[in-house]
Structures are given as structure tokens and as C-alpha cells.
T-cell receptor, first 114, second 114 residues
Framework: AQSVTQLGSHVSVSEGALVLLRCNYSSSVPPYLFWYVQYPNQGLQLLLKYTTGATLVKGINGFEAEFKKSETSFHLTKPSAHMSDAAEYFCAVGDQGGSEKLVFGKGTKLTVNP | GAGVSQSPSNKVTEKGKDVELRCDPI?????LYWYRQSLGQGLEFLIYFQGNSAPDKSGLPSDRFSAERTGGSVSTLTIQRTQQEDSAVYLC????????????FGPGTRLTVL
């Protein structure tokens, strides 16, 4: 069965600092990988996704993530945090050729300090 | 265009009552998903509809939960004999076809069972 582990339920950074949100997954087949963001009192929206091809994926708002098969990781990064990045971030994994459902991690709440 | 809509936005009910939650997906999206978001638990997959195929009900936590999708569009999630542990935010998402496509989420229905 697939699973997703997000290390750190809360991450706090200073404005302008590097953002690193960690995601590790387990999957018996090549995965699809997603990062979603949930701003306060809003629904989830897609930041970026990896399906096939280039392992470094760029998303909206300056975020990017790299699929590392050997480490079963898909960590999310942004070089310089902005106050507007404060939100909850969810990593999710889907199966290639298997079930259509996504398995989500428990989320990481990002706080950006001025 | 219009996004995914859900109603009601909030629902307070008494233990033992039945509730119905509604989801209107994006027009033209054949895939529809229901998730449950509990505090600190991330998103839990409940059920998946794809076109005219039999739904994937593997995530429904008990037989008190059921869902239908009429005419390949609107979906209703029904919880019978609600329990306090059913309290959560119920999220609906739709996507163009399936696993690799971006899921677009509705704002959710916050269910509180007293």
C-alpha cells in the first residue's frame, strides 16, 4: 500500500529564508507525486506535480520539487520565503496503472516570520 | 469558469441523524473524488467516481457512508446515523479524467456532530 510521510507538522522560517518541506513516499510502482497548498479558509490548490520525464518540477509561486527515486523523496523548496507563503502544504502520491486515488500526507503548516 | 462547489458550507447535526453533502464538479470533468479532512490527519480518501464505471468505495470508513453521482455530474455523500467521530471537513474534488490530472478541490463542508 502506498503511504506518504511529511516530516514536520509545523515549519517556521523567516521571510527571505529558504523553504524546505520534506516528503517521503512508499510505492511499489513508479509513482505520480503532487504538492497541494491550502491557504487559510480556502480550498486546496495544486502547486506542482511529477508524472514522468524531468525529475525537477517547477510550480507556481516560485516553488519547485525534485523527484529522487533512490531516496523515495519529493521535497518541496523555495529559495526565498514570502509572507504570503504561509499556508498548509500537502504531499500526495498516486499509482501508475493502479488505483486512481491519491494518498495524502498529514500536511505541514508553514509559518513565515517577518 | 466556475470551480467545484459544495453545499452546505457548514452543517451542525445531532448524533444519530442522517446528513447529505452535495458536490457540483467542474463541467466536463469525468472524475470526482470525496475526501475527509480531520484535524491533524491530512486528507483521507473516501470514494472515487469515473464516468460510468463502478465507483471505488475502498475508502469509505463504514457502511453508514454512501455516495452517488447522478448523470455523471452532481454527487451526494450521505452519512447515516452520524457519530461524533464523523465531525470533519468533507472535501470534494474533480479532475478531467484520472490519476495524472490535476484535482480541483471545492471549499469543503464542515460537519459538526453534537
Amino acid at each position: 500500500a502506498q503511504s506518504v510521510t511529511q516530516l514536520g507538522s509545523h515549519v517556521s522560517v523567516s521571510e527571505g529564508a529558504l523553504v524546505l518541506l520534506r516528503c517521503n513516499y512508499s510505492s511499489s510502482v513508479p509513482p505520480y507525486l503532487f504538492w497541494y497548498v491550502q491557504y487559510p479558509n480556502q480550498g486546496l490548490q495544486l502547486l506542482l506535480k511529477y508524472t514522468t520525464g524531468a525529475t525537477l518540477v517547477k510550480g507556481i509561486n516560485g516553488f519547485e520539487a525534485e523527484f529522487k527515486k533512490s531516496e523515495t523523496s519529493f521535497h518541496l523548496t523555495k529559495p526565498s520565503a514570502h509572507m504570503s507563503d504561509a499556508a498548509e502544504y500537502f504531499c500526495a502520491v498516486g499509482d501508475q496503472g493502479g488505483s486512481e486515488k491519491l494518498v495524502f500526507g498529514k500536511g505541514t503548516k508553514l509559518t513565515v516570520n517577518p | 469558469g466556475a470551480g467545484v462547489s459544495q453545499s452546505p458550507s457548514n452543517k451542525v447535526t445531532e448524533k444519530g441523524k442522517d446528513v447529505e453533502l452535495r458536490c457540483d464538479p467542474i463541467s466536463g470533468h469525468t472524475a470526482l473524488y470525496w475526501y475527509r479532512q480531520s484535524l491533524g490527519q491530512g486528507l483521507e480518501f473516501l470514494i472515487y467516481f469515473q464516468g460510468n464505471s463502478a465507483p471505488d468505495k475502498s475508502g469509505l470508513p463504514s457502511d453508514r457512508f454512501s455516495a452517488e453521482r447522478t448523470g455523471g455530474s452532481v454527487s451526494t455523500l450521505t452519512i447515516q446515523r452520524t457519530q461524533q467521530e464523523d465531525s470533519a471537513v468533507y472535501l470534494c474534488a474533480s479532475s478531467l479524467q484520472g490519476a495524472t490530472d490535476t484535482q480541483y478541490f471545492g471549499p469543503g463542508t464542515r460537519l459538526t456532530v453534537l
